[in-house]
């Protein structure tokens, strides 16, 4: 269940979500649940094709910085999320770098945390029982 399109969707919108209540830098124009599914569609749009161009760019600073680097392209990512949306006129508005950076780490410990508690895809199999 973890690889549908439509169970990461969801789960963007709860991480943005989560992370716009959380961080006193972030707000959105319209506190609607469509909202929060527009800002998941371009937040999904910015890292299925921004994201790997970035962290093929970035390789050496990623290596250099034993992946801490990842958490600056995070927030990169998150800024033109609400760049992106902006211009669609779903407004996310980040106040600076710092809630940018709160932001994206909220969104990813909310992510890596769902997908821990969500059902694998693959069925289970079961040990057959000596007889």
């Not at 929060?36 to 290596?63: D, E, Q, R, S």
């Not at 779903?90 to 809630?99: H, R, S, T, Y």
């Not at 932001?103 to 909310?110: E, M, Q, R, T, Y």
Request: charged share 10%; proline share 5%.
């Amino acid at each position: 269940m973890k690889n549908s399109w439509i169970i990461r969707f969801i789960v963007n919108a709860v991480a943005l979500y989560a992370a716009i209540a959380i961080v006193p830098g972030l707000s959105v124009a319209d506190e609607s649940w469509s909202t929060y599914l527009l800002l998941a569609l371009f937040f999904g749009i910015i890292n299925a094709f921004l994201a790997p161009l970035l962290k093929l760019l970035t390789c050496p600073i990623y290596v250099f910085t034993l992946g801490l680097f990842s958490l600056v392209v995070n927030t990169l990512l998150f800024m033109a999320t609400g760049w992106l949306s902006g211009l669609f006129g779903v407004q996310l508005n980040i106040q600076d770098f710092g809630a940018a950076f709160l932001g994206a780490l909220i969104v990813s410990l909310v992510q890596m945390v769902l997908f821990a508690v969500l059902p694998e895809d693959r069925p289970r199999v079961h040990a057959k029982k000596p007889n």
